[in-house]
């Protein structure tokens, strides 16, 4: 009797409802909500409008060197001299038409030029021989410019300053002259530069150099 009655006292109890830790790590978790505040997106730059690159883009810089020949006039009395120049330039795009606003078109430069003048005269003159420099300020135009040819016309103001030679005046005067030539990198080309110096009394000085035009 006492064994029936312990055996009806142990049903009834209350029994622990608590699961077991492996039913419970098998429940699935409530992912907790983000702040929509704290999320963070990269923001878009705006397009690079034409108005944004200034007068003068210095992020297309182009940098020629090179080195020809010098030829004068008669009344320099002068044989022709090898020659060096090397000449900056840098797009204009302000200039630039309102349908290609990041084409080639006008640019800027600034050139210098160095020869050597020996003049036919006689030995009782002094400073017969020295250098002449030509520094130049203008504007050029890309007539063709691709990934194969290179063509420019180019117009400036120079000063021609002649160091002392013997009976030649330093001054100022106009410039013109052409680049053409063929691309070889993705950021060089060779180019074939002739030129023309304008001086006083119809003085003229021609020069023909080869280049390597750089872009930086």
């Given amino acids: 009797m006492n064994l029936l009655a312990a055996f ?102 600034v050139q210098g030029a160095f020869t050597t003048v020996d003049r036919d005269l006689s030995h009782a003159v002094n400073h017969r021989k020295g250098m002449a420099s030509f520094f130049t300020v203008g504007a050029d135009f890309s007539i063709l410019r691709d990934a194969t040819w290179v063509l420019a016309a ?18 100022i005067g106009p410039m013109v002259g052409l680049s053409a030539g063929i691309q070889i990198s993705g950021k060089m080309a060779l180019t074939y530069n002739p030129e023309v110096e304008f001086g006083d009394t119809g003085s003229r000085v021609f020069f023909h150099t080869l280049g390597l035009l750089i872009q930086f």
């Fill in 154 to 171: 180019r117009a400036g103001l120079l000063y021609a300053y002649y160091g002392g030679v013997a009976d030649l005046k330093s001054g």
């Fill in 8 to 109: 009806i006292l142990g049903l009834c109890a209350p029994q622990d409802d608590a699961l077991p830790r492996a039913l419970a790590l098998d429940e699935p978790r409530k992912a907790a909500v983000q702040d929509p505040a704290q999320e963070k997106y990269p923001t878009p730059e705006p397009p690079r409008r034409q108005g944004d690159r200034g007068f003068v883009d210095l992020d297309w810089l182009e940098v020629t060197p090179g080195v020809g020949i010098a030829v004068f006039t008669p009344n320099y009395r002068t044989d022709p001299s090898i020659c060096g120049s090397v000449r900056a330039h840098v797009p204009m795009p302000w200039l630039n038409p309102s349908s290609d606003p990041t084409g080639e078109y006008f640019g800027l430069f």
